[in-house]
């Protein structure tokens, strides 16, 4: 395996991006990584040569260009950018607020929209380089009531990431959509998962997944962060990468149960489908 590569990853401080930092270093890699607290991920992945920390605003552009190109000054390029920066955030569509849901937006979609589009111009002059947008299962499956924001923010990355990838291909650059399932991170903690301000307790099936989510899924996740970390260097090596990438047994069991009831009504509803036809 190649360790020539150097990486770009965004909120590297803890969870799927500090296992990937931490697993690209130790395989000899270079790596950039961002984050809001530069001290925490300094001190959770210790000094290296291999290794620039950076303080980054994702939501500001100015930030996020300097950052990029201090990452290519230091190490002199950038071959794969890991869009894995954002938030959950729960609550239903009444009751999450208009500020909420745009915050929302503008972390998981708008911050990395700005990392592409500043990183863009060295690769088309490159003519090469992979992005790998992360999104999630809520991203391809949103039939869990109060997550409606958080699973349209990241079915907007997956989106987006097809676009990107028939607009970048030409260029030698690739990307991907990411889909974790459960990981044993700290996604369902504190700091990484907001909670509604005005809840409604009429909407009983999302007070009790919200629940659910808060007491019973952190500490059980069946996704090891390691394993997501090295399946991600293994399909960065590929000469060919796909557009949808599934992490975790549960994300994949999820998409081919999606697949097959979009499937099913696909067929049930054809006749009304075509009938719209001139």
Known sequence: MKKNKVWFVTGASKGLGLSLVKALIKEG???????????????AVGASSSFLPLQMNLLDEQSVETSIAKAIRFFGRIDVVVNNAGYGQLGTIEELTDQEARQNFDVNVFGSL???????????????????????????????PGWGIYCASKFA???????????????????????PGYF???????????????????????????????????????????KAATALIEVAERDEKPIHLFLGSDAFGMAENQLRAIGDELKKYEAVSRSTDF
């Open 29 to 43: 890699y270079q790596v950039a990584a961002t984050t809001r607290d530069l001290d925490a991920i300094t001190k």
């Open 114 to 144: 700005n990392v592409i589009r500043k990183i863009m111009p060295y690769w088309r002059e490159q003519r090469s380089g992979a992005f790998f947008n992360i999104s999630s299962i809520g991203g391809f499956f949103a039939g869990f």
């Open 184 to 226: 044993k991170t700290n996604f369902l903690l504190e700091g990484s998962l907001n909670l509604p301000k005005n809840p409604i307790d009429s909407y009983v099936e999302a007070r009790q997944l919200e629940a659910v989510h808060k007491n019973e899924i952190p500490g059980n996740q069946p996704g090891d962060p390691e």
């Open 157 to 179: 990355v997956a989106g987006f990431t097809e676009s990107l990838a028939a607009e970048v291909r030409s260029f030698g650059v690739s990307a991907t959509v990411v889909y």
